[in-house]
């Protein structure tokens, strides 16, 4: 098989997990009031990518890669593959946001595959870097990768974290950004106009840079890969909601439960886009 047909074979492989991983976060969303769809569709490309075809797992875990989900609103598409690989239950998902079960609207902490407590945005860097450190400090080979929503780049603890990983040089941190140009209510690129360039930000603050589409598993695969001699930062431009139309850059579907009629549609957008 060629290296073009391997790569076909990869990204349509991803693309089934992908459209699993969203039904099932549908499913789930059915059984409460309401969860954090849109932010989970938006990186759902992204997270897969990191657990399934980047991340040393299962070995050691003193050489295990570490995953750490800064967005922690975007906790639904972890919990569906920490399910998948067995490190979760599938009660754990059944009593997703109920009185009985450990699986919140945000991650915490001791829950197994679970690495830092987030959800109040601005602080997951922060712990990346300490934690890409200390195994720098310890020699370790291991990786640690941090996705981030682009809202909360409006934190000023995220820029001095990206600034101590650019002094430290560690070549052990990859960030992920899910740029999917919104915050809760409204878009990046009107609101906060000064957000951008990103590439030249993070190029300033001593990192290695690269822009590329959050939604392609292939360019992703390929991006978290490459190694530097600093931290690498990637820019994953996505949609949020992405592979159901109407909920598709839409903010009311930032926290919300479809009705059951929306549910039927959504699965039937899921399933024709792999027809």
Same mark, same amino acid.
């Given at each position: 098989?060629?290296?073009?047909?391997?790569?076909?074979? #990869?990204?349509?492989?991803?693309?089934?997990? !992908? +459209?699993?991983?969203? +039904?099932?976060?549908?499913?789930?969303?059915?059984?409460?009031?309401?969860?954090?769809?849109?932010?989970?569709?938006?990186?759902?490309?992204?997270?897969?990518?990191?657990?399934?075809?980047?991340?040393?797992?299962?070995?050691?875990?003193?050489?295990?890669?570490?995953?750490?989900?800064?967005?922690?609103?975007? !906790?639904?598409?972890?919990?569906?593959?920490?399910?998948?690989? $067995?490190?979760?239950?599938?009660?754990?998902?059944?009593?997703?946001?109920?009185?009985?079960? +450990?699986?919140?609207?945000?991650?915490?902490?001791?829950? %197994?595959?679970?690495?830092?407590?987030?959800?109040?945005?601005?602080?997951?860097?922060?712990?990346?870097?300490?934690?890409?450190?200390?195994?720098?400090?310890? $020699?370790?080979?291991?990786?640690?990768? !941090?996705?981030? #929503?682009?809202?909360?780049?409006?934190?000023?603890?995220?820029?001095?974290?990206?600034?101590?990983?650019?002094?430290?040089?560690?070549?052990?941190?990859?960030?992920?950004?899910?740029?999917?140009?919104?915050?809760?209510?409204?878009?990046?690129?009107?609101?906060? %106009?000064?957000?951008? %360039?990103?590439?030249?930000?993070?190029?300033?603050?001593?990192?290695?840079?690269?822009?590329?589409?959050?939604?392609?598993?292939?360019?992703?695969?390929?991006?978290?890969?490459?190694?530097?001699?600093?931290?690498?930062?990637?820019?994953?431009?996505?949609?949020?909601?992405?592979?159901?139309?109407?909920?598709?850059?839409?903010?009311?579907?930032?926290?919300?439960?479809?009705?059951?009629?929306?549910?039927?549609?959504?699965?039937?957008?899921?399933?024709?886009?792999?027809?």
């Amino acid at each position: 098989m060629t290296n073009s047909a391997k790569g076909e074979s #990869s990204r349509g492989n991803a693309k089934i997990r !992908c +459209r699993n991983y969203r +039904r099932k976060i549908l499913d789930i969303s059915q059984k409460v009031s309401a969860l954090h769809i849109a932010p989970a569709f938006s990186c759902t490309e992204i997270v897969d990518a990191i657990y399934n075809e980047v991340m040393r797992i299962g070995s050691q875990p003193e050489t295990d890669d570490i995953f750490l989900m800064s967005k922690g609103h975007g !906790c639904m598409i972890q919990y569906v593959i920490l399910e998948e690989r $067995g490190v979760l239950s599938s009660q754990d998902l059944e009593l997703y946001c109920k009185p009985a079960g +450990r699986l919140g609207a945000h991650p915490d902490y001791g829950i %197994p595959g679970i690495a830092a407590s987030t959800g109040s945005l601005g602080h997951g860097l922060g712990i990346a870097v300490g934690q890409a450190y200390a195994e720098y400090l310890k $020699g370790t080979s291991l990786r640690l990768f !941090c996705v981030l #929503s682009d809202g909360e780049l409006q934190e000023g603890s995220t820029w001095e974290a990206m600034l101590m990983a650019g002094n430290l040089k560690l070549n052990n941190l990859v960030a992920v950004v899910d740029n999917n140009d919104f915050t809760g209510l409204e878009r990046m690129s009107t609101g906060h %106009p000064a957000f951008y %360039p990103l590439i030249e930000k993070g190029q300033a603050f001593g990192w290695d840079v690269e822009e590329v589409n959050g939604h392609d598993s292939l360019e992703l695969v390929t991006a978290l890969k490459k190694l530097s001699d600093k931290p690498r930062l990637i820019i994953a431009r996505t949609v949020k909601g992405k592979g159901v139309g109407f909920m598709e850059s839409e903010p009311i579907w930032h926290y919300r439960s479809p009705s059951g009629t929306e549910y039927e549609q959504a699965i039937r957008e899921l399933e024709s886009d792999l027809s």
